[in-house]
């Protein structure tokens, strides 16, 4: 499908996966060695020790953490307590905490969502998990209308809620596979957060866990089993750096712009790809997108919002741009091109 | 139907007391048995205390209800008559100003239906916890708001119970958690608020109130399961006023026996004009709660004077002749004042007092609603999120900038 200028094919070992060890390695090359040399450097110096964690752990390990640090944290949803977590994030803690804290709800996602958000209300720190975020349509009304109290209630009561759960597209599927983070995003009050490796899984959970407000904590399934590096700081949010072409994206799509910038460097581009993680509301996306113009004078600003396969896409369409549009760099640019993609409108189960 | 009763009369003087009955029958369609009183004459001090023959609740899968006679001292009936006056005349000046379109909007009126919410507040205490839906204005008072709050809240003023940025269904006060739009929403609310109560071990219990209307909602299904289960210390009050909106409970419910619908949870059905009646009931909930045996319910059978909304004049699916006959022979305020004067508990005179009192009182909160500033426009964004920095919010155009604070 995807070929060279001169036509040639590209070499097999481009994978279009995510495999985190390959581009982990892919991502030390000549010239990146430096930035990437600084990082292990940085993180030496605080002393901190890089080791491999899959996002599932990861997300355990906050919770486990937040668990025992706050006696009025709890987690409630369907499979969560004796079968270890639909997809183990919960692993082990009902073995820990037992079945006060640990709670298995029955199939009722508009019952125990609001049982979730009532229990918030008289001061527990309720985490609520979805089997997956499609099912929350169920529960929707109680999702969205906890992040209302606060303003209602001219500020006289909080809801220190995290909803959780698996969002987005996952292996083979065509059912459940919708990504709801614009749904949610677009709710005041309620704050969306879209991780993509395991320290901010873990370091954004742990933080929406001790944050007054309802917060709406999307991973994606398939980042569950992959092991990134995990070290006590948080790190900087630009995962690799480049001059050319800024990416942005957000949750797993990380993975495809960071495939997609390794294929471009073989063509000459260098693509920065930065992880907006911290919100997926519009308004702040705005932000975000103001203070890259400010520091970026040049180059191309690339949005990158989708959920299903897009890496192939990506990847022809970079492609063309760089073959077919001539990017390769023109510092006389005063102005900075932004480029949004999206899921096809096409609403699957 | 006729029945013999006692007063007790604990006269000071030592008088000889006089026994006479009197019967009073109420026949509204829907209420079937008699309440019964009896009165006793003294010639020197108010009666402390009497007792009064309740109607017998409805009992589903229960052995036992609560009991079928109530207590009442001279100090509680002046209370609960002066609670009930207040809420009565509050939503009445409520209807004036919204017809003055002082307040606007939404604005669900809760006269006729007083006996609910101050007999529910008799069997409870102010640290247990309570949510209701729309109808929410009498429990704000019950609940410890103030007559000032509560009406300066509905003309949206600074001075409102949440500063005038929650309106009619949007009004917190502790242990008290609204006020609710959506219909049905507030049951699973309670639940879990319930949940908070058995987990931090407190022996508070919640009471999640609902209507005729909303007793059909499957989220509250949802919720009698994991109450269930989880033994949550719950008191579900369906208030079955007999319309939900504009439609009878007949048109609406395959079975209108509401207090039944929980199936696997025991309930009680109670006559909701008699503020006694409710209180016992209550009483009966709160301890079945309390002792660790899981959720109860209970239907209270009410009527509301106004229609459903202020929009709705409430007489297009109901007759003026059967809202009439209810205010004439189960006014909840007036059943207590019979009672009240007929076993000499109070003067006429003293509750001509109270009924002076509570006008003014309405006046003054009318005036300060109507005169309290509305709330800044620094106010429109803020609160948006609890304990977070300030922020810029964006406003109706990309180049309007509002600040939030929490």
């Not at chain 1, 099912?135 to 809801?159: C, E």
Request: proline content about 4%; overall charge neutral.
């Amino acid at each position: 499908m995807l070929h060279r200028r001169d036509g040639s094919r590209f070499p097999p070992d481009v994978t279009l996966g995510i495999q985190a060890k390959e581009f982990n390695l892919g991502f030390i090359r000549p010239d990146n060695l430096v930035s990437h040399g600084l990082r292990v450097f940085r993180c030496l110096l605080s002393s901190v020790s890089l080791f491999q964690v899959n996002v599932q752990d990861a997300l355990n390990q906050a919770m486990d953490e937040e668990l025992e640090r706050d006696e009025r944290v709890f987690l409630l949803g369907e499979e969560v307590a004796q079968y270890d977590g639909a997809y183990k994030v919960s692993r082990g803690l009902w073995k820990k905490y037992g079945d006060k804290r640990i709670i298995d709800t029955p199939v009722t996602e508009m019952g125990f969502a609001g049982i979730a958000v009532g229990a918030a209300f008289a001061g527990l720190r309720p985490i609520c998990e979805f089997m997956t975020w499609n099912f929350s349509m169920q529960a929707i009304d109680q999702v969205i209308n906890s992040a209302k109290t606060y303003y209602m209630s001219a500020g006289g009561q909080p809801v220190p809620i995290v909803f959780r759960g698996p969002n987005g597209s996952s292996a083979g599927k065509l059912t459940n596979i919708y990504c709801f983070a614009a749904w949610y995003g677009h709710c005041p009050g309620l704050k969306v957060v879209s991780p993509w490796n395991s320290e901010d899984a873990r370091g954004l959970l742990k933080a929406a866990i001790r944050d007054d407000n309802p917060v709406v904590f999307k991973a994606n399934e398939l980042m569950y089993g992959v092991p990134f590096d995990l070290s006590e700081e948080v790190m900087p949010k630009v995962e690799r750096q480049g001059a050319h072409i800024t990416l942005v994206s957000h949750s797993r799509c990380v993975g495809f712009c960071l495939d997609a910038a390794a294929v471009l460097a073989k063509e000459g581009v260098e693509c920065e790809v930065s992880i907006f993680t911290l919100s997926a509301r519009v308004c702040e996306l705005a932000t975000f997108q103001l203070q890259v113009k400010q520091w970026r004078r040049r180059g191309w600003l690339l949005f990158l919002w989708a959920t299903n396969k897009l890496c192939y896409f990506l990847i022809f369409f970079l492609h063309f741009i760089c073959t077919y549009i001539s990017v390769s760099v023109s510092y006389d640019q005063k102005e900075l091109l932004d480029i949004r993609t999206a899921t096809t409108h096409l609403k699957l189960g | 139907m006729e029945c013999f009763i006692h007063a007790s009369c604990g006269s000071t003087s030592g008088s000889v007391a006089m026994f006479c009955l009197v019967s009073r029958l109420f026949t509204p369609p829907f209420l079937t048995a008699a309440s019964m009183v009896v009165s006793s004459r003294s010639y020197a001090d108010f009666t402390p205390e009497a007792t009064f023959d309740i109607k017998k609740v409805d009992l589903h899968r229960l052995e036992e209800g609560p009991p079928l006679t109530a207590t009442l001292t001279r100090e509680e009936g002046l209370k609960y008559y002066r609670t009930m006056q207040t809420i009565r005349r509050m939503e009445l000046k409520a209807d004036q100003l919204y017809k003055q379109k002082i307040i606007r909007g939404f604005c669900h009126l809760y006269d006729g239906q007083e006996a609910c919410a101050v007999g529910i507040e008799g069997g409870i205490t102010l640290s247990d916890h309570l949510i209701t839906a729309y109808r929410a204005h009498g429990y704000t008072l019950t609940r410890g708001g103030t007559v000032r709050e509560i009406m300066a809240e509905l003309t949206g003023r600074r001075g409102g119970i949440a500063k005038g940025k929650g309106g009619s269904m949007h009004m917190y006060t502790k242990n008290f958690y609204g006020g609710n739009g959506i219909v049905g929403a507030q049951v699973p609310l309670g639940a879990g608020v319930a949940l908070a109560c058995k987990y931090l071990g407190n022996d508070q219990l919640c009471v999640s109130l609902y209507g005729d209307g909303a007793a059909n909602q499957g989220q509250i299904f949802e919720t009698y399961n994991m109450s269930s289960l989880w033994k949550l210390p719950i008191i579900f009050i369906c208030e079955n006023n007999q319309y939900g909106m504009g439609t009878s409970v007949e048109r609406s419910s395959a079975s209108t026996e509401y207090y039944k619908r929980g199936d696997y949870i025991p309930g009680l059905r109670v006559d909701g004009m008699d503020v006694l009646c409710v209180r016992e009931a209550t009483k009966f909930a709160a301890d079945h709660c309390r002792s660790g045996k899981g959720p109860i319910l209970m239907e209270l059978q009410t009527y509301r004077y106004h229609g459903h909304s202020m929009s709705d004049p409430g007489v297009s699916y109901r007759t003026r002749e059967e809202i009439q006959e209810v205010r004439s022979k189960s006014d909840p305020i007036s059943m207590l004042k019979d009672r009240m004067l007929s076993n000499n508990m109070a003067s006429i005179e003293e509750l001509k007092e109270i009924d002076i009192a509570v006008r003014k009182e309405i006046e003054d909160a009318a005036q300060f609603a109507t005169t309290d500033p509305e709330p800044p426009l620094d106010d429109l964004c803020s609160h948006i999120f609890a304990t977070d920095q300030p922020f810029d919010v964006r406003g109706a155009t990309p180049w309007t900038k509002l600040t939030s604070t929490s």
